[in-house]
């Protein structure tokens, strides 16, 4: 499976950003889906995860504001951002895990300016 990212860019605080990630294939095998941000240099925190039964998960940090959605028809996971604040801004990566396989996207920039 291939995850292809999108949607990032630079937005004004309070303002929103959609971010699109679809896969290769079909999603229904990939038990989660979800998105991380950088940290370090590397992948780390988690932004938010939905499991192939619809439960979601979000960092306290995103709570209220973001909204994480798999949409299996187009094969694709989105991350709905509202409300953006400066402190939002990072390079936020796709993932999907199919059992104990993982799967990452390339990132995408967010910058949220003040």
């Known amino acids: 499976v291939q995850l292809q990212a999108s949607g990032g860019g630079l937005v004004q605080a309070g303002g929103s950003l959609r971010l699109s990630c679809v896969a290769s294939?079909?999603?229904?095998?990939?038990?989660?889906m979800g998105w991380y941000r950088q940290y370090a240099g590397k992948r780390g925190d988690m932004v938010a995860t939905v499991t192939d039964t619809g439960s979601a998960n979000y960092a306290d940090s995103v709570k209220g504001r973001f909204v994480i959605s798999r949409d299996y028809a187009e094969d694709t996971v989105y991350l709905q951002m509202n409300n953006l604040k400066p402190e939002d801004t990072d390079v936020y990566y796709c993932?999907?895990?199919?059992?104990?396989?993982?799967?990452w996207g390339q990132g995408t920039q967010v910058t949220v300016s003040s």
């Open positions: 294939g079909s999603i229904s095998s990939l038990h989660v």
């Open positions: 993932h999907a895990a199919d059992g104990p396989v993982d799967y």
